[in-house]
């Protein structure tokens, strides 16, 4: 969560300050003079200042995900002690406080029609908070014509307690993943990667991962954490494996510690950083300027099913993968049918395809063949699919 609240990094970029009408010195930065408007897209870079101003000097439409970790308006009262009476390091930053529910709301308001306007037609926006804000910021997205595609809750492995004893320890954080509107149909969602990461299992909307900590954590010359809320980069890594390419552009108009920008990096995606703290930003730009890129074959996203060659069942007799009047079992051995010469199955007198003859054996009322039958081949059991994948390679060498 970053200090601007109208706050993102990257491979060679630069800090911009849109503060003064002049260009400032900072030491190893090379601050420039502000941004005239719609300047080209300064990639890979951290912007310094007001969000908003600097949103409206983006282009419209150049974006290709937005990831947000606005202020939570945690409306703290007084400082927080644990039971031993040592303080805790809350959120407790100017950047943090509004004066009124209203005031925050149109602060979010206002941020949210920004990031519209720079968003490509099927961009997708993430923005994460707590239950202070959360609600808050979901009817906005939804009164400015968002489409929210899901809710997903970050379940902290090692939450902070809840040291007065009077409530739930708050051990998650509510991210909205949304498109710029219901129309927008052909946002990028890496279903095929996510379940292949996650033991062939459909990806769930819990995501059970720990709070930064350890080397991870930015820390200053004292010791002391230098921004109270930074977000873990594997939730970063999560966010933009599922819902970007190589190459996007990854827009944080609250770019804090530059966790963004340094997963951007890392997965090969261009960065652009809103910050208005320069102490945040410079912190930022080390962090990020350290970071190593994964190489291109290690971060490639896999083909989805739907964009494969698609392979006909008859295509593995023609090749000699599988024979005509041989016969096909399922995993166990319970059901069984005959390989026809056209490229059907024959179960007693029903013909049908693998797929349909597959569910009528099961009695259910679909069945992927691929997956369902195996051949035997000395004296193991081979999925049909392996031979199809076989098939495939040689259809797109």
């Not at 997708?124 to 707590?130: A, C, E, H, N, R």
């Not at 944080?252 to 945040?280: C, H, M, Q, W």
Request: glycine fraction near 6%; charged fraction near 25%; include cysteine.
């Amino acid at each position: 969560m970053g200090t601007s609240r109208t706050g993102a990094a990257g491979a060679t970029s630069r800090i911009h300050v849109s503060r003064t009408g002049r260009s400032a010195s900072a030491p190893r930065t090379g601050l420039k003079a502000p941004l005239s408007v719609l300047q080209p897209l300064p990639l890979n870079e951290i912007l310094l200042g007001d969000c908003i101003a600097n949103l409206e000097k983006l282009p419209p439409e150049s974006v290709d995900v937005v990831f947000a970790d606005p202020p939570y308006n945690l409306q703290l009262e007084q400082a927080l002690t644990r039971p031993d009476q040592s303080l805790v390091d809350a959120v407790d930053d100017d950047w943090d406080k509004f004066a009124s529910f209203a005031d925050y709301d149109a602060f979010t308001r206002a941020w949210l029609l920004a990031v519209r306007r720079v968003m490509k037609k099927n961009a997708t926006l993430w923005v994460i908070g707590s239950y202070h804000n959360i609600f808050r910021v979901g009817t906005a997205l939804q009164d400015l014509n968002f489409w929210v595609l899901n809710d997903i809750v970050w379940r902290k492995a090692n939450p902070m307690p809840n040291f007065r004893g009077r409530r739930f320890t708050n051990a998650h954080e509510t991210m909205i993943w949304a498109s710029k509107s219901a129309e927008a149909k052909n946002y990028t969602f890496h279903y095929e990667a996510l379940k292949a990461a996650n033991e062939d299992v459909q990806m769930r909307s819990d995501w059970f991962i720990p709070i930064c900590t350890g080397e991870e954590r930015l820390k200053d010359g004292a010791g002391r954490k230098v921004h109270p809320t930074q977000k873990p980069e594997a939730l970063l890594a999560r966010v933009l494996l599922s819902s970007s390419n190589p190459g996007d552009v990854v827009l944080d108009p609250f770019f804090g510690s530059g966790t963004t920008g340094a997963v951007a990096k890392k997965l090969g995606r261009n960065f652009i950083g809103l910050e208005r703290d320069p102490t945040y930003a410079k912190a930022a730009r080390a962090r990020i300027d350290a970071v190593v890129p994964l190489s291109d074959a290690s971060i490639a996203a896999p083909p989805e099913k739907r964009a494969e060659v698609r392979v006909p069942f008859l295509s593995l007799i023609e090749s000699g993968h599988v024979a005509a009047g041989e016969t096909l079992v399922d995993e166990r051995r319970r059901f069984q049918a005959t390989v026809r010469a056209d490229g059907s199955l024959a179960l007693g007198a029903i013909i049908g395809s693998i797929h349909k003859i597959g569910a009528l054996t099961q009695g259910l009322p679909a069945c992927n063949g691929w997956t369902f039958w195996h051949v035997e081949r000395k004296g193991k059991l081979v999925s049909i699919d392996e031979f199809r994948a076989k098939v495939r390679a040689t259809l797109t060498a």
